[in-house]
């Protein structure tokens, strides 16, 4: 008995215990200690429910903030109304399988490394870092149960909104300012991707990746959607100093290269400017084949 008292004292029945006190019948017999044990115990069960919170027929558990995102679709103009640079629709062409094999090899990469954030750019405008990103994007989302954000960083040329052809979104510069959360920014294209567009230009978009408001705001979507891969589309790193203000926010880079107007020299560049702040995790050569 002295055993069960240093239990649930609160599961203990009141007349049960009055009707066999230990100064008027004396010790319970082993038959006595089983029925009050066993009394006891389903009143402690009792207890436990209703001291449970009622549901009120609500889910058990919410969505998590990667499933409240609102919904967009490509507009029109991206899915064929003219020539599209989703190459996700034509998975048969050879551009398609080129990107499905850089987004298996840059996985592999990440994995390896416990890399997530990488940064897509240019050494000059033109070269198709937005095109370069957009597919890359795609590709990446559709590996199943994986999550990838495609954010335009490229403040002096954002392109994403017009690539998708969607309108009506964007909010970037309170996104950085830290006046705009992320649940209230991004917006989900798919089932594994989300977006955060861009839709004003910020001529002083270096000085706006140095600011401390908008570290934290990239930290803080990273911590709510917590995203296998983030895609950084940015302007060209030989033309502003935007790269090289976000090199602290990323993990690698992939440079694209015209393979009709980039140098050698210009890649080099591309290389000191990375210096040792990021990692270049290679170089993609595009438009080396006009038939395709």
Same mark, same amino acid.
Not at 134 to 140: D, H, K, P, R
Not at 188 to 212: I, M
Not at 260 to 288: D, F, M, P, S, Y
């Given at each position: 008995?002295? *055993? ?41 069960? #009792? ?40 190459? =996700? ?7 398609? &399988?080129?990107? *499905? ?11 390896? $490394? ?20 957009? =597919?890359?994007? $795609?590709?990446?989302? &559709? ?7 495609? @954010? ?16 009506? $979104?964007?909010?970037? *510069? ?9 649940? *209230? ?18 001529? =002083? ?15 803080? @979507? ?49 290389? #000191?400017?990375?210096?040792? $702040?990021? #990692? ?5 050569? =595009?438009?080396? &084949?006009?038939?395709?």
């Amino acid at each position: 008995m002295k *055993d069960y008292l240093e239990g649930d004292m609160a599961a203990i029945d009141g007349d049960f215990l009055a009707a066999h006190s230990w100064n008027e019948a004396g010790p319970m017999d082993r038959k006595e200690r089983k029925i009050f044990r066993r009394k006891a115990a389903r009143r402690a069960e #009792e207890a436990s429910l209703l001291t449970e919170p009622k549901s009120y027929g609500l889910p058990a558990m919410l969505p998590d903030a990667w499933e409240r995102l609102p919904r967009v679709k490509p507009g029109a103009a991206a899915v064929g109304v003219r020539p599209s640079p989703l190459v =996700n629709l034509f998975r048969g062409s050879g551009t398609s &399988r080129s990107f *499905d094999l850089l987004r298996t090899r840059l996985m592999a990469t990440l994995r390896s $490394q416990g890399w997530r954030r990488v940064a897509i750019a240019a050494p000059t405008s033109g070269c198709g870092a937005t095109f370069t990103a957009v =597919n890359l994007a $795609q590709s990446l989302a &559709r590996v199943p149960g994986t999550r990838t954000v495609l @954010m335009d960083m490229n403040r002096r040329a954002p392109g994403i909104a017009s690539a998708l052809d969607i309108h009506g $979104q964007g909010h970037m *510069d309170a996104f950085l300012a830290g006046t705009c959360s992320p649940m *209230d920014h991004l917006v989900r294209c798919g089932e594994g991707l989300a977006l955060g567009l861009a839709d004003t230009v910020d001529a =002083n978009a270096a000085e706006t990746f140095h600011d401390p408001l908008a570290i934290r705001a990239l930290d803080e @979507m990273m911590l709510t959607f917590d995203p296998d891969v983030v895609l950084y589309d940015l302007p060209a790193v030989l033309e502003h100093d935007d790269v090289a203000a976000f090199l602290p926010q990323v993990d690698g880079v992939l440079l694209v290269a015209d393979g009709t107007v980039t140098t050698a020299a210009q890649v080099r560049a591309c290389e #000191e400017i990375l210096g040792e $702040q990021a #990692e270049l995790l290679g170089v993609i050569l =595009n438009r080396t &084949r006009s038939s395709d």
